[in-house]
Nanobody
Framework: QVQLVESGGGLVQAGGSLRLSCAAS????????TGWFRQAPGKEREFVAT????????YYADSVKGRFTISRDNAKNTVYLQMNSLKPEDTAVYYC?????????????????WGQGTQVTVSS
């Protein structure tokens, strides 16, 4: 069983940057597809980005494309989300997720393991 722990959230002004990290333990991280999702108050959890096991393929939500970058370091069992040009509408709890298999997924239902989440607040 894999455990995921997010870090790096915080309060930032609009236009600023944050880098989220998700550290994995308990299972071969390199065998897992990983993704980032977010949930704002009163809204459903939504897809942000995903990356395949080798890091060779990434997908992004249209709302973050060009501003966010997902990456992973399999030697460190960690996946990252670099967030630039942040907007107030990016405010949410950000969750790291992992799934077995080889294909990426943009659906939350496709992920079986989740972290506890980290709060990102962007002030205007």
């Amino acid at each position: 069983q894999v455990q995921l722990v997010e870090s790096g959230g915080g309060l930032v002004q609009a236009g600023g940057s944050l880098r989220l990290s998700c550290a994995a333990s308990g299972r071969a991280f390199s065998m897992l597809v990983t993704g980032w999702f977010r949930q704002a108050p009163g809204k459903e959890r939504e897809f942000v980005a995903t990356i395949t096991r080798s890091g060779g393929i990434t997908y992004y939500a249209d709302s973050v494309k060009g501003r966010f970058t997902i990456s992973r370091d399999n030697a460190k069992n960690t996946v990252y989300l670099q967030m630039n040009s942040l907007k107030p509408e990016d405010t949410a709890v950000y969750y790291c997720a992992a799934r077995s298999g080889t294909s990426a997924s943009t659906a939350a239902s496709g992920y079986g393991t989740w972290g506890q989440g980290t709060q990102v607040t962007v002030s205007s």
